[in-house]
């Protein structure tokens, strides 16, 4: 086998470091700088990007709390407010009920004093009327006038009975 | 027909002695240089744009730029970093050279056995100055592991000793061996098929399979050079 003919050793050695040595000086001097800092560069741009995000996404939070704040301290004022006007009207209705019902008590005694002052009257203009009556009967069969004292009496009488 | 190691075989292009010893630029020698300029091509070229989002070419190269990095990371440690652009070479050089011998009519210089030995030889030395500059002589240490009872010593010792010299003899007879054996397959193989005639179909079929997967072999014994080179490194760095 040519590998182990030991007359092309010394050629073989001598390009090997050759060409080896200039590639290791090309790699280190070259391409890896070049290749790292494209990789760098995608590494800190991505990086970046991710802080900015970051950095969005906590505006955005303290934003959302502000608001969320805000919306829960309106809320407040409005159930507050809410509650205070419900309260006022239960009280100016409770106020207004009491004031008509004791307008109205005041209103059916004064209708229930009338009704009795009518009722007295009413019965006693009946007891006149009947001893009208009772006397013109009276004057008409006997032809003469009953004596005052007894016809009242007698209307008294027969009112009584009924 | 050519014999099946023909295809190892060095043909000297140019010519040259310096001082008795022959250093001629040989179909080896091309292939290495066309193997640098291709590597070089590839990875500047790819990356030329700098674009954010890569295109084919600069994700390929980034690709094997990170490829290597988390080998160095995950093997070595941070440490691993400054000898990061000598793994790199490394890697793409076995690669490419595994790769560019796939191609028919090409020259593999990683079949050859004496290349082979001498990148697994400069990382075997470079292994062993890293670990005697970092822990001095605590690298004897490396040869008894910690909490081994010291009777122990006497075995222990020469069988470490011995795994460790025969390190860059098998990191070399492996690259070696694995793409000398494959081409020769690929090339008795192909003797079939012309040699059959018509039923030389059944064997082109089976090539058509071996190349396949000599192609996943080319890759892989690079990446086995490399993660071989990363251990060693690791113990050098940390011992055991």
Redesign the interface.
Known sequence: ?????P??????????????I???V???R???P??????E??QR?IDENLSKAAALKADTDAAIEVYERALAESRGKAQAMIKETVDRMAHEAENRQREVGARLAEQIKAGEARIEAAKAQALASVREVAADVARATVERITGQTPDEARLAEAVATAMEKR | MASP?EQ???K?IIP?EIGG??????N??LF??V??AL??VF??HG?RS???V?GRW?SM??LS??FVANMIRDNVGAEGRRY???I??LF??VLFGNLIGMIPMTFT?T?????TF??AFVVFLGVTVIGFARHGLHFFRFFFPHGAPILTAPILIPIELISYLSRPFSLAVRL?ANM?VGHIILKVIAGFVVAMGVAGVVPLAFLAGVTVLEFGIAVLQAYVFTILSCIYLHDAIHMH
């Open positions: 086998m040519p590998q182990f003919d007359t092309f050793f010394s050629p073989q050695l001598f390009w090997l470091a050759v060409t080896f200039g590639l290791y090309l790699m280190a070259v391409s890896i070049r290749i790292g800092a494209v990789l560069e995608r741009r | 190691v190892f075989k060095i000297p040259i010893i022959d250093i001629s630029f040989t080896s020698a290495m240089v193997s640098v590597i070089t990875l500047t990356v700098r674009a954010m890569p600069q190269a980034e730029y990170e990061f652009p000598f790199f070479a793409m050089f210089y079949s050859h056995i004496i290349v001498a990148l070696f000398t």
